[in-house]
C-alpha cells in the first residue's frame, strides 16, 4: 500500500480519534464542557481570505465532527476584509468569532474595547488546557489596558534578512554582506559589475518597493541602530525617525537612489512588481522576509535554472548585530457581546478554539489533510507541490489558526529538500538572539489610535522624499515638527505616561 493510499484511510479514523478526544477531558485538567451528548454547538466567524476562491468544505467538516460544532464561517477576500469588518461593526452583524488582520486592526479596535464591546478572556484561559499554553508575553503585546481580550496566531519574531543571487556574488567574488560596508559593495557590484555576464549593464544591485516596514527600509534602519518604532532617551520615549541613526539609514538608501543601486521608482512601486524584477534577473538582492525566497527561487530557476540564492541575517552596523522584532503575533481573534450573549456561550466559544489547538487539527488547519495535501518524511512536513490543489482545499484554514509551534507541542516541522527553504528557517530562528523590540507594544495612546495613522503618512510621505533627494534634511525636520504639532506631541505624552502606568503595575 502507498503511503498516499494509506493516509487517505487514515483520515476517517483521525476525525473520528478528535471527536473522542473532543468529548473527552484530558488528564492534566478538566476542560469546560462543549456540548451536551448529541447537541451540536454553533460557532459563527469571519475569516480573511488570501487566496482566489473560497475553499471546499472538506475540512470544514473534519472540524465540525472533531469539535461537535456546526460551522458558519464568512470567507472575505484579504481587499475588503477590513471594511467588511467595519461594516459588521457599524451595524451590529458581527460574528462570534472575528479575525483581526493584524496589529495594527487590533489598535483600531481599542476604542470599540474599551466601550465593553468586546468580552475579556484573560481570567479564563486558564480553565482551557491548550488556551493556557499561549505566551503570556505575546498575550500581553495583545493586551488593551493589560487585558485580555483576544487569542492569537503565533509569528516569528522576525523574519528579516537579504536573499542575493549567490551565482552573481560568485562570478564577482563576492562574499556574503555581513557589514554595511559590504551590503553597499554589493549592491554597487550587481550595478556596475555585469553580474550576470551579458556584457551589458541591465541590472541593479537592489529592488524594493513602497513599504517602510516590510520592504528594505525598516531591515536596513534596524542594521544602522534605529529604534524599533520608539525608544527611550534620557528616561523619555520618543519615536525612530526622531533618532540621528534614523537620518543616517535615510541617507543610505539616499545614496543608493542617487547612484542608481535600487529601483529608481521604489516609492511607488508594490511587492508583486518588486519580486518580479527579481525573478527576471534585474535585480539581485531581496531585503525582507527570508521566507520569501521559497517562492523567488521557484520562480527564478523556472526562468533561469542556472540561477543559485543565498541568504545573510547578521549585517554588523554601528550597534553591532541587530534585526527589529514583531510583537509575536500576527492577526488576532475578538468575541463580540453583541453575537455572544452571555458567558456560557463565551465559555462553548473558546471551547472550540482550544481545540482548534489539539495536535492534529491544529496541524490540519498548518498543513491540510494527511496523504493530501502533504506527507510525511522523517516526521516532517514535506507538501504537495500542487499549490492549485493547496489553494482550493487547505491553505484557507490557516487564517483560523490559533497559536503555533510555541504553544503546540506536537506541532509538525516543515522538512524540505530545498536548501534554501532550510536555511531560511535557520536563519529565522537564529534572528531571535539579534532581536530589538517595540517598547510601545503593549503600551497606549488614545491620541495615536485617534490619528496616529494619518499623523505617519507625513513621515512616510517625508522619508520617501528625502530618500530621492526631493528634500533636504532641515525640511525633513521641519515635517517632524509638523507631526509633533499636529498630534505627535500628545502621542510621545501619552505612551510615556502609559509606559510610567505600566512600571507601577509590574
Known sequence: MTNKKRFALLVPIIAMLLLAAACSSPETGTAPRTKLKGETVPISIIANLHTPTVPSDRIEKIMEEATGTQLNIQWVPDGSYEERVNAAVATETLPQAVFLKNSASLMQFRGAIRDGQFWEIGPLLDEFPNLARLSDEVLRNTSVDGRIYSLYQERPLSRQGIIYRADWAERLGLSAPSSLDKLYEMLERFTNGDPDGNGRKDTI?????????????????????????????????????????????????????????????????????????????????YIGSLSDVVSLHAKLTKNNPDAKLDM??????????????????????????????????????????????????????????????????????????????????????????????????????????????????????????????????????ATFNDIGERLQDIITDATYHYMIGMMTEKEFGAEVERWKKEGGDRIIREFNEALSKQRKAL
Open 205 to 285: 544591485g537592489l529592488a524594493d518597493r513602497s513599504d517602510l516596514v516590510y520592504g528594505a527600509f525598516k531591515t536596513i534602519a534596524s542594521y544602522f541602530g534605529v529604534p524599533n518604532g520608539w525608544e527611550e532617551e534620557g528616561g523619555k520615549l520618543k519615536p525612530e525617525f526622531m533618532f540621528p541613526e534614523y537620518v543616517a539609514a535615510m541617507n543610505f538608501v539616499r545614496k543608493l537612489h542617487q547612484e542608481g543601486l535600487v529601483n529608481e521608482d521604489f516609492p511607488v512601486m508594490g511587492k508583486a512588481d518588486q519580486q518580479e524584477l527579481f525573478i527576471q534577473g534585474k535585480a539581485g538582492v
Open 312 to 445: 545573510h541575517n547578521r549585517v554588523t552596523g554601528p550597534e553591532g548585530e541587530r534585526v527589529w522584532s514583531t510583537p509575536g503575533y500576527g492577526a488576532v481573534v475578538l468575541f463580540p457581546k453583541s453575537a455572544i450573549p452571555d458567558d456560557k456561550r463565551l465559555m462553548e466559544v473558546l471551547a472550540f478554539f482550544d481545540k482548534l489547538m489539539e495536535p492534529e487539527l491544529a496541524n490540519m488547519l498548518n498543513w491540510g489533510i494527511p496523504g493530501e495535501h502533504y506527507e510525511l518524511i522523517d516526521g516532517k512536513v514535506v507538501q504537495s507541490p500542487d499549490y492549485e490543489r493547496l489553494n482550493k482545499e487547505s491553505r484557507p484554514y490557516l487564517s483560523m489558526q490559533v497559536g503555533g509551534p510555541g504553544s503546540i507541542p506536537g506541532f509538525l516541522e516543515a522538512g524540505s529538500t530545498l536548501p534554501v527553504r532550510l536555511k531560511s528557517e535557520k536563519l529565522v530562528k537564529d534572528n531571535e538572539s539579534i532581536l530589538v523590540h517595540d517598547p510601545t507594544a503593549a503600551l497606549d495612546s
